[in-house]
C-alpha cells in the first residue's frame, strides 16, 4: 500500500565513466550538505563497478550492463551512444522496479553539463555555458570534499578480497616497495590523451624502477603495454571495480598516474601517495590565461591533497622532462605510505539494491 512505501529522490547519471560518476558522487554529497535535500532520501543509480563513487547516497540501485564499464569505451568513438541508445530504456526499467516499493517524490536526471533537477537555485549553481566552466564546477567540488575532510574508500570486504586473490597470484612483492601504475591505451576515445603520448619516455622510467627492485603493477581498461621481462613489473589487464580498485592502492606504496586525462580525478581522492606523471589538466587548462572562476585559485590537486596532511602527493612531471630518473627512485624508495586506522582506511556500505536491465 502506497502509505507504507518510503519516499525517495531518485538520481540517474546517463554516463559511463568513473571520473563522470566521480563527478556525479560530488553532486550527491552537494545536495546532501543542502537546505532542499539534506533531510531527503537520496536514491542513486549505478553501475556494480562504480558503486565506490557515490558515498553520500542514502541508497545506491546498482545495475548490470552488458559491457564492463570502461572496456565499454574501446567500443565506441562517442560515448553519447550509450547516452542514445540506453539511458531512457534503463529509466523506465529502474523506475518500474522502484515503484513497487518506494515514492519516487522527483527524479533527477545528472549530465556533468546539464542538470534536470526541480529546484532552480540548485539548478543555477550548476549552469554552464563552457566546457571549461563546468569543469571549475567540479573541480570547486573536489576542492571542497577535500578541505572537508572527505576521501573515496574501499568496501572492507573488498579489500580483504583482493588482498587474498593479489596474495595468491603473488602480484606484490614482499619487503620491497610496490607501487601502481596507471595507463590509458584506448583505441577509439581520445587517444592522443594515452599514456604512451603523454608520458613518452615512461618505458625508460620502467627499466630505471625494475633494475632498482621496486616493483610495478600496471593497471588499465586496458593497459599500455612495454615489453619488460622482470619478476618486478606486471601488466593488469582486468575489470576491477572501483572499490577493488582503490583495495589494491592500499596494497601498494603509491600510485603513479597521467593527470592529463579524466581517470586522474577519483584516483587523487583515495587515501594512498600520489605521483602524478604529467603536469595536472585543471592547472593547465583552469590556469593562468583561460577562464576561471576564482583568480586566486591554483586549480591544483596535489596543493588540496597536500593541505590535508593525510597522504603524500609529489608531482613527477619536471622529472620527467629528461631520460635520468635517480631521483624519482629515491623518492620512491625513502616516502613511507600512511597509516591508516580501520575506521580511515573503508567506507561505510549503503543499502545496496541490485538491478539487472532487460535485454531490449
Wanted: aromatic fraction near 14%.
Amino acid at each position: 500500500m502506497e502509505e507504507n512505501k518510503k519516499s525517495i529522490v531518485f538520481l540517474y547519471c546517463p554516463l559511463f565513466e568513473f571520473h563522470s560518476y566521480t563527478k556525479f558522487g560530488f553532486f550527491v554529497h552537494y545536495l546532501k550538505q543542502s537546505s532542499e535535500y539534506k533531510d531527503k532520501t537520496l536514491l542513486a543509480a549505478v553501475p556494480e563497478e562504480a558503486v565506490g563513487c557515490v558515498p553520500s547516497a542514502d541508497i545506491l540501485l546498482a545495475f548490470c550492463h552488458p559491457h564492463k564499464l570502461e572496456h565499454y569505451l574501446n567500443l565506441i568513438d562517442d560515448q553519447n551512444d550509450f547516452v542514445r541508445e540506453d539511458c531512457f530504456s534503463f529509466l523506465h526499467q529502474a523506475k518500474e522496479k522502484l515503484e513497487k516499493d518506494f515514492i519516487i517524490e522527483e527524479e533527477i536526471i545528472f549530465n556533468e553539463f546539464s542538470i534536470k533537477i526541480n529546484s532552480s537555485e540548485i539548478q543555477k549553481v550548476f549552469k554552464s555555458t563552457q566546457l571549461l566552466c563546468s569543469y571549475e564546477i567540479y573541480f570547486t567540488l573536489m576542492r571542497d570534499y577535500l578541505r572537508q575532510g572527505y576521501w573515496l574508500k574501499p568496501f572492507q570486504e573488498d579489500y580483504l578480497s583482493i588482498k587474498k586473490e593479489m596474495e595468491e597470484r603473488k602480484i606484490f612483492v614482499p619487503n620491497k616497495k610496490n607501487y601502481i601504475l596507471i595507463t590509458r591505451n584506448f583505441i577509439k576515445k581520445q587517444p592522443g590523451s594515452n599514456t604512451q603520448n603523454v608520458v613518452p619516455n615512461l618505458n625508460h622510467f620502467l627499466e630505471a624502477t625494475v633494475k632498482n627492485e621496486i616493483n610495478i603493477v600496471n593497471i588499465g581498461f586496458p593497459p599500455s603495454h612495454y615489453d619488460i621481462t622482470s619478476e618486478y613489473y606486471k601488466e593488469l589487464d582486468e575489470s576491477f571495480s572501483q572499490s577493488e580498485l582503490m583495495s589494491m592502492f592500499y596494497l601498494s606504496d603509491g600510485v603513479l598516474i597521467s593527470a592529463l586525462a579524466g581517470g586522474f580525478i577519483p584516483i587523487s581522492i583515495t587515501l594512498n601517495n600520489l605521483y602524478p606523471l604529467t603536469e595536472e589538466w585543471s592547472v593547465k587548462y583552469l590556469g593562468d590565461g583561460g577562464p576561471r572562476v576564482d583568480k586566486k585559485e591554483k586549480w591544483s590537486v596535489e596543493a588540496w591533497r597536500n593541505e590535508t596532511g593525510k597522504a603524500k602527493t609529489v608531482n613527477l612531471f619536471e622529472f620527467f622532462k629528461g631520460n635520468s630518473f635517480k631521483a624519482v627512485i629515491s623518492l620512491l624508495q625513502n616516502i613511507n605510505k600512511p597509516t591508516l586506522s580501520t575506521e580511515e582506511k573503508f567506507a561505510k556500505k549503503q543499502d545496496i539494491l541490485y538491478f539487472k536491465q532487460k535485454e531490449n
